[in-house]
DNA sequence: CCACATCCATAACCGGAGGTTATCGACGCA
DNA sequence: TGCGTCGATAACCTCCGGTTATGGATGTGG
């Protein structure tokens, strides 16, 4: 029997929800297009995979069976994916590599620069990863490695190069009354709204509301923001402040953003980080060679 | 990126084939579908799988890394698709064996007696191999265990036990001036046509017109059978002759049809077949271990 | 107790993807 | 030079996966 990998993730998502209509969101789908998918996978399959209840759909044991192997499948696809792309990169003398726009600074150019110094001829392509999933392109094999910042989600199936540490300072409105001096604690920080990325989840949206200097007070979000340019105007319109790398303040420098040293939080590190599932090309372990001697 | 495991088959068959419209036709589609779909591959991959030449298609790298990792995507979710059948057949308390057509005799229904009593409640659907693809509704999980008779073929995967050993007979038209003598040799056989089954390749198809007892000399195929019934029928139509087991005589016991001894060929054997790249569910362990009874 | 929210199923409709047959252009070969 | 074989292209049809709108069943709060 064949399948598509698409109903296999529409499997999963609705295995891990337990709710067709929320996987349907999550899925960018409607959610009687998934009825009737979820449907079709049950007839080929010839077994129910849920009981249907009015609090949503629980896996049979069969559906478990699946929701066991699902995995497997969709991961050796990926893994197959990433094995293409990184024989095209190979075949063109390319190299695509990711970052996260927070994590661009003068290390970088230092890095590409010994990388092309190694392997004339060779180019480098950069794409930006979203914020909202910063890590996708890396296991789908559109870019070998990508620069990155900790904390990382789900370091098991990336290696990791720590390149260099940093303070972290506040970004915020040039008229922000805070903005007046020129240093700040972070406590002073501890009423205002912060700018946020979008799928910031878990440790690393802690990371930059810098819960672990909070201690447990909440934190009111002024706005949610997908692309530098869109964080960049909402700190200036006042919709909040925001944490950010030092080299931000060189990179990211506008008239109506200010941006001040805080104390008592906890520097940001940028990584150079890339998939162990597999041996690195040997164009990427160039790229990694010379990360390595950039790092301080 | 998605893909359906139907478009990887189709990769896999022409990058075996190298050559579009024999793959075409292995598939069973026509060859502009072919291209069209491979064409789509590549540009959804955003490379070149294959280079066209006048004599076929050869893989670029690209090709060759998809090609390395395809065999392991398509088994996983075989793999998949066997477990959940396998849960689904727990569920309902249903066992699915399978049997080729010429494999069924007494010592089947010792084995399906001996496992009824091991497991009331239970039930034994038996579902007849197509001789063209006898392994196919195993690997799928169609059935949990099939009886088939040596050689099998791609022996690696799957775990054999072998029932019993018979001597092989010959079978022709009763009208036929050979069915005059109660037993022959073989070599009163070697210029007769014989009717063969559509798949029967390698080492199967040697052993049903006993190449090793031909000493090189060629055989003749004067009909080719999907079903049983066909080939009686074309046994009696004197379409051709054909080994066959002794017990055949029992089972496919027809006027119109002599079964003869033949001296001067080799045995027969029974083998309870299962795949053995997961742990058999406990019913098909019940089922094995009734068949290890029954064996001689 | 009733109105409402939630959840899945169903119906009707639409566009596109995948299949078919027919045909072409390029080349190797007898 | 004519034929056979290869893959590419064109025109067409069917069905599948998506959409919106709506229904039925079942909790739930004012």
Redesign the pocket.
């Given at each position: 029997m064949d399948v598509?990998t698409?109903?296999l993730r529409?499997f999963r998502a609705v295995a891990e929800e337990?709710?067709?209509?929320?996987a349907?969101a999550r899925l960018?789908?409607?959610?009687?297009?998934?009825?009737?998918?979820?449907?079709?996978l049950e007839e080929r399959l010839g077994a129910r995979l849920f009981v249907?209840?009015?609090?949503?759909?629980a896996l049979t044991g069969p559906g478990q069976a699946l929701a066991a192997a699902v995995p497997g499948v969709l991961g050796s696809w990926v893994e197959a994916e990433r094995a293409v792309r990184a024989a095209e990169a190979e075949r063109t003398r390319v190299l695509r590599i990711g970052f996260l726009a927070s994590a661009a600074n003068e290390k970088t150019q230092d890095v590409i620069a010994a990388f092309r110094a190694s392997r004339p001829g060779w180019r480098v392509e950069m794409r930006q990863a979203s914020w909202g999933a910063p890590i996708e392109g890396m296991v789908s094999g559109e870019v070998e490695a990508a620069f990155m910042r900790l904390p990382f989600p789900s370091r098991e199936d990336f290696a990791l190069l720590p390149l260099l540490t940093e303070p972290r300072c506040v970004a915020m409105a040039a008229n922000h009354p805070l903005a007046q001096s020129a240093s700040l604690r972070f406590e002073d920080l501890l009423d205002e709204p912060f700018v946020a990325a979008p799928g910031a989840t878990g440790a690393f949206r802690d990371h930059w509301i810098a819960a672990e200097a909070r201690g447990g007070r909440p934190v009111r979000i002024g706005a949610v923001t997908e692309h530098p340019d869109d964080w960049l105007s909402a700190i200036a319109n006042g919709d909040g402040i925001a944490l950010a790398p030092a080299s931000a303040a060189r990179y990211y420098a506008r008239p109506d953003i200010a941006y001040r040293e805080v104390e008592g939080i906890a520097p940001s590190t940028v990584v150079l980080a890339w998939p162990n599932t597999a041996r690195p090309t040997p164009a990427l372990a160039d790229f990694i060679a010379a990360a390595r001697e950039a790092a301080d």
């Open positions: 598509d698409r109903l529409y337990g709710n067709l209509t929320r349907a960018y789908v409607s959610q009687p297009a998934l009825t009737k998918q979820i449907r079709q249907r209840s009015k609090s949503g759909m």
